[in-house]
């Protein structure tokens, strides 16, 4: 067993890394682990785990991440391994060899080396120190102030060991070694001056003296720069002794000077440029990050990557003094691409190089090229690339020059060959759109119209070409208002069209964009305008063109490479709303069964949720006979993912019921209402009914008695926690009979004990009672555990109202030996249950037992509400002792 604090935070064992859970989990184990044998107190723990103010339950929670975080360990056999998570007082201490720890191992061996006598000894254990590093420390945690101090505090250790290491083979006068070991730090971190310091007298004694030179004269001016201070004693005194160490040197007399061009290949500025403060200074920052380096622009058709990237050429002439270079590759234009040979040729053109003097061959012209630009201070700018082949032979050879690529496609191989860094364009925000719209229309007209203005950049999703083609089309009408014009965008049918003017617009520049995208890729863009939803994922993208989920993975990937689609979370897929609206447009072009299958894929998709989150329950449908089974179901390891999915799938699944219907599908319309109804009970008053009132219409269309019974019995049951129950008992009163007709025991003891629950509420006690006792019947009659847990649950709070503790209790045991042991949330509800009736008997401990047991269980599965009245019931427990 191993602890890993020096990266991403893990627990490793012979079988591999433990899944730790959500970042405060694994936030709580760094903790303990920092102060390995040492009590950490509640507070201590809360302050790491909250970025923010915690919320008043975070005790109850911490509380659920130690129960959980035990369990790890004990399932993983910790207790060989001498590890004990214990509690002491009101603190918790992880008791352990320190040995186990990464981090505790590191500082071990950088201590050891600190005091070895030979150089070649220190470097052995400093190497194998470092070794222990697989990327910043503590990955993975909450960004809390004591967990970043603490990450801080190993990063800095880590930093005096390189230089330590540095130290040592400059003592073995390994110089070459030494400066490979520090350039690499020293590059992520320009403003160390220790750093820089010993790099520079590493590349010195390596007989590099003027990279040496260079790197002081770097660092000093971003000294300036970015801190506005001199170099510190320790740089300075490293530059004194390159400069004492310098032979001197017989200067020759100067030739006569040589005229070389200095090409200015520059489009114009662009007018009325605004905003993109932060990306223009994010782009000084790569530019400045390391030698020759290459910048990618990148973002969607329309963000404005030309005019963002000619307006820093021009705003960074000065620093380029040797001339500015200029290519349109045209990579999505409605116009072939040039050569890479003629691009070349304009280039050595542009440099002076005679016509008769460039080589035929590419290669030839581009090893000139590189030649010729090796010790220049040059820009190169290659706008609209395609591809990073397109890109790669038209880079300069020059540790001076810096290469400026934009392009609609993130350009990953690039990144990868030549360490291009990524300078990514997003839609412009609201005073940077109301800016740009000023540009065009004047401060008076959008000033007098804030509001419009806002509405207006909010309907061009904020994107410079669609604000420009908005902005025209109201300059050529100085009579409309800006709320005129919000009028006329708010209508989605025609809001690609008034965006679009003479030969551009967002329609014409996302038809380039699509029309370079692989044929699989580009036939899921347009299935994707039949999506029900705002996002999705790679097994409803697989559905709407009938593939699989790793074919479908890679085309979003691809998707998201172009820019059309963007990845908010990890695994899920969605278009601003322009690229929506566009996707809809062809989608007329998609595959017409598309839509059914995708319906299909939640019909099976949600069964299998549910048998996650509710395990042993009866499932809310069976599936239509004639539905089709998609290529993959999404798997579901356990309760809290079926619920993400639930909440990331609700607006497709409510979309899903509305096409449903109007396709005629209505057996499958009511199935999908019902689909969410795990995460219904939770997030009771969520507004729910509309849904259920939509399957609801469908199974009446249909006359299945079925479907009317289960929409009802459930729809009553919402209706009722909202506080409408004469609603809700008019669709109880008819659920019981319908259940019976449509001969389903389970549904029909369903049916009854929500029935019966609303009027026990109501008040209607002596009734509610009989009508549980026959639910309880019906349930046992189908020898259902799920459904008999149900029944007996509600039957044992009917009890409890009526004081009848004990019977209460019989019930509760009794239900406790039907419940599966997966089906977490429905143990934490009979044990508050259990332990509310131990209270009214008189067995306190027993009660207050079974209520902690109630907190960490509800806290395991996430079931706050359980949580809450569990530590509230047994606050009374406790006030009343």
Wanted: net charge negative.
């Amino acid at each position: 067993m191993e602890f890993r604090l020096l990266g991403s935070v893990a627990l490793v064992t012979e079988d591999g890394d433990v899944a730790l859970g959500p970042a405060k989990r694994s936030s709580l184990l760094v903790m303990l682990l920092l102060r390995p044998n040492s009590a950490v107190n509640v507070g201590q723990l809360i302050d790491a785990l909250w970025e923010e103010e915690p919320p008043t339950h975070a005790k109850t929670v911490l509380q659920g991440h130690v129960s959980r975080l035990r369990a790890l360990l004990a399932e993983h056999g910790a207790e060989a391994y001498g590890v004990e998570l214990a509690t002491q007082g009101s603190a918790y201490v992880l008791r352990m060899p320190e040995s186990l720890v990464d981090a505790h191992r590191f500082e071990e061996l950088v201590a050891l080396a600190g005091v070895q006598r030979r150089p070649a000894d220190a470097v052995r254990m400093l190497r194998e120190a470092l070794s222990y590093w697989q990327g910043p420390a503590l990955t993975g945690t909450v960004h809390s102030r004591p967990l970043e101090a603490a990450a801080g505090g190993l990063e800095e250790l880590r930093l005096a060991s390189v230089e330590s290491l540095a130290e040592a083979y400059g003592e073995l006068g390994e110089h070459a070694r030494a400066a490979a070991v520090l350039r690499t730090e020293a590059v992520a971190h320009p403003l160390r001056e220790s750093l820089a310091a010993a790099l520079m007298l590493a590349l010195g004694r390596s007989g590099r003296q003027s990279d040496a030179i260079d790197w002081y004269h770097r660092t000093r001016r971003l000294l300036a720069e970015e801190l506005g201070v001199d170099p510190g004693e320790t740089l300075s005194e490293a530059y004194a002794t390159l400069l004492r160490s310098a032979e001197p040197v017989t200067v020759p007399r100067p030739a006569a000077p040589v005229v070389v061009p200095t090409p200015e290949g520059l489009p114009r500025a662009p007018r009325g440029f605004t905003g993109r403060g932060p990306e223009l200074a994010a782009l000084d920052r790569a530019v400045r990050g390391g030698e020759g380096p290459v910048c990618l622009v990148t973002g969607p058709a329309g963000v404005g990557k030309t005019a963002f990237a000619v307006h820093w050429a021009y705003e960074r002439r000065a620093d380029f003094p040797d001339g500015r270079l200029f290519a349109d590759l045209r990579g999505f234009s409605d116009t072939p691409a040039p050569e890479t040979a003629g691009v070349l040729r304009e280039f050595l053109l542009a440099l002076g190089v005679p016509p008769q003097r460039i080589p035929e061959a590419v290669e030839a012209r581009g090893a000139l090229f590189r030649s010729l630009t090796a010790d220049r201070r040059l820009l190169v700018v290659l706008d609209n690339a395609r591809s990073s082949e397109q890109v790669r032979p038209l880079l300069p050879g020059g540790d001076h020059c810096t290469t400026l690529v934009t392009s609609r496609d993130r350009l990953g191989g690039l990144i990868a060959s030549d360490a291009a860094r990524p300078v990514p364009l997003g839609h412009l925000p609201p005073a940077a759109s109301a800016a740009l719209l000023t540009t065009v229309l004047g401060e008076t007209r959008v000033a007098a119209e804030p509001a419009a203005a806002a509405r207006l950049a909010g309907l061009c999703d904020g994107l410079p070409l669609a604000l420009r083609v908005t902005a025209a089309r109201l300059a050529e009408r100085p009579g409309w208002t800006l709320d005129a014009m919000v009028g006329e965008l708010a209508d989605e049918q025609s809001r690609l069209m008034l965006l679009d003017v003479e030969d551009r617009g967002v329609s014409a520049a996302l038809h380039l964009t699509v029309q370079q995208l692989p044929d699989s890729a580009a036939r899921l863009f347009r299935a994707i305008g039949l999506h029900t939803g705002s996002d999705l994922d790679r097994f409803a993208a697989a559905a709407l063109v009938g593939t699989s989920p790793v074919q479908a993975s890679a085309d979003l990937d691809r998707l998201s490479a172009a820019h059309l689609l963007t990845e908010p979370v990890p695994g899920r897929w969605m278009p601003h709303d322009l690229v929506r609206l566009y996707a809809r447009h062809l989608a007329q072009d998609a595959d017409p069964e598309g839509l059914r299958r995708l319906i299909d894929h939640y019909l099976y998709t949600g069964l299998a949720a549910d048998a996650a989150a509710e395990p042993g329950s009866q499932p809310c449908y069976s599936l239509p006979a004639d539905v089709r089974r998609p290529a993959a179901v999404l798997e579901f390891e356990d309760r809290t993912a079926a619920l993400d999915w639930y909440v990331a799938e609700r607006a497709a699944l409510g979309g899903a019921v509305t096409a449903a219907a109007a396709l005629g599908l209505h057996d499958r319309a009511w199935r999908l209402a019902l689909v969410l109804w795990p995460l219904m009970l939770m997030r009771i008053g969520d507004g729910w009914t509309p849904l259920l009132e939509a399957g609801l219409a469908s199974a009446e269309h249909m006359g299945d008695f079925d479907a009317q019974s289960r929409t009802r019995a459930l729809l009553g049951w919402i209706l009722h926690e909202e506080g409408r129950d004469t609603e809700a008992l008019v669709h109880l009163e008819k659920a019981p009979g319908l259940a019976a007709r449509a001969g389903d025991m389970i549904s029909e003891a369903i049916a009854y004990v929500n029935h019966a629950a609303v009027l026990d509420a109501t008040g209607e006690h002596e009734r509610a009672g009989l009508l549980m006792a026959h639910a309880v019947s019906l349930a046992d009659r189908t020898g259902h555990p799920s459904t008999q847990v149900l029944t007996l649950h509600h039957l044992a709070g009917h009890c409890m109202k009526a004081g009848d503790f004990e019977a209460a209790l019989a019930h509760t045991l009794r239900a406790g030996e039907l419940v599966p042991p997966e089906a977490v949330v429905v143990q934490a509800q009979l044990q508050i249950v259990k332990g509310e009736a131990l209270a009214g008997i008189g067995r306190v401990d027993e009660a207050a037992d079974q209520l902690e047991r109630a907190i960490a269980a509800s806290d395991a599965a996430g079931f706050t509400e359980g949580s809450v009245r569990a530590a509230a019931r047994l606050s009374r427990l406790s006030a009343d002792r």
